[in-house]
């Protein structure tokens, strides 16, 4: 409890915070000079502001020679801590750990139902923003896109996405996984259930989507990327 109350107060000054998803959708170190230049601010505030968050385990820094001399530059990246917050605690990882053990158990039936569930949720997600959003509106190509981007940035997965006219196809990458923490004692099962669940999206979007992974964050890239090739519904 006492360190969910020391990541809300870190996070609840609104320049921090959005220096935080700043980093996470950047995916990659960052300098105390690029955030002051991104967020207009005097780099000691930005290096302030980075201290703290680095105070609560949100993010690590180390030093790194320029080959100019002087002192070394100070990089920051993600912790690799998970960092959770609920009040009262509640442990949602624990409860997909066991709900994704149990399917596994269950041999290739219980796997089959994971994926489809996977599937039926990327469904869902995109069928509940098309009615806020474009409610009894034909689509283009790029408003599809756009409720792709809002359900990735929604679910903490921050992708971009680029539409190739061409071979009519999307490619797009993850900077975050949003089952990190889950994927990272049984990555092959989770990040097929993942995979569902993005195809699920495009389904609700496009007919004939052959979903393509490319690169995985989990075997060394910096990303997990894809190419979606597609017919327009």
Request: net charge negative; hydrophobic share 35%; glycine share 6%.
């Amino acid at each position: 409890m006492e360190k969910a109350l020391q990541i809300s107060s870190v996070l609840g000054d609104p320049t921090r915070f959005n220096i935080y998803q700043y980093i996470v959708k950047q995916n990659q170190e960052v300098n105390v000079s690029e955030i002051a230049k991104q967020f207009e601010i005097h780099p000691n505030v930005a290096r302030l502001h980075l201290s703290k968050l680095e105070d609560v385990s949100m993010i690590v820094s180390y030093p790194k020679k320029t080959g100019k001399g002087g002192r070394p530059s100070r990089l920051y990246k993600l912790s690799d801590e998970v960092i959770e917050l609920s009040f009262p605690h509640r442990d949602y990882k624990l409860l997909s750990s066991i709900a994704i053990e149990s399917f596994s158990e269950l041999g290739e039936a219980g796997k089959h139902a994971l994926y489809n569930t996977g599937r039926k949720y990327g469904l869902k997600v995109i069928e509940r923003l098309q009615t806020v959003h474009y409610s009894n509106e034909d689509l283009t190509v790029d408003k599809k896109i756009h409720l792709l981007e809002n359900a990735g940035h929604m679910l903490g997965m921050y992708p971009n996405f680029t539409y190739n006219q061409e071979s009519n196809s999307i490619t797009f990458c993850i900077n975050n996984c949003p089952f990190k923490e889950v994927a990272s004692h049984n990555h092959k099962t989770i990040c097929e259930m993942h995979n569902y669940f993005l195809k699920g999206m495009f389904e609700a979007l496009f007919n004939d989507v052959e979903l393509i992974e490319e690169e995985n964050m989990f075997q060394g890239c910096e990303s997990c990327t894809y190419v979606a090739k597609l017919s327009i519904v």
